[in-house]
């Protein structure tokens, strides 16, 4: 949201999630496209209060794979991102 890249949430009841144009959509159109629990918990963090975010339980599976999707979203929207050299660090904290 700071950085100017934030989803577009207009359509977030939608089944997919397109992250090259970073909005919600029902076609399955791109290989970019995301379904299934990855999008049901993208959705519960997008809008949510900071200090909220300890009330949300995910499983080590799906903190990780949330975290990919991020990652995935900052190299495809941010000219230059590199994953974080403390990803390992964060793999580690998740388990």
């Known amino acids: ?6 989803p577009d949430t207009t359509d977030i009841d939608k089944n997919y999630f397109d992250l090259v144009n970073g909005v919600f959509t029902n076609n399955n159109s791109s290989k970019g496209c995301y379904a299934g629990r990855n999008i049901i918990v993208l959705k519960k963090f997008l809008g949510m209060k900071f200090d909220m ?3 949300v339980y995910i499983n080590r599976t799906e903190r990780m794979e949330l975290l990919e999707l991020i990652i995935k979203y900052y190299q495809t929207h941010i000219q230059g991102f590199k994953p974080p050299n403390a990803l390992n660090i964060l ?3 998740f388990d």
């Open 1 to 6: 949201k700071f950085l100017g890249i934030y």
């Open 91 to 93: 793999h580690e904290v």
């Open 53 to 55: 975010v300890e009330s």
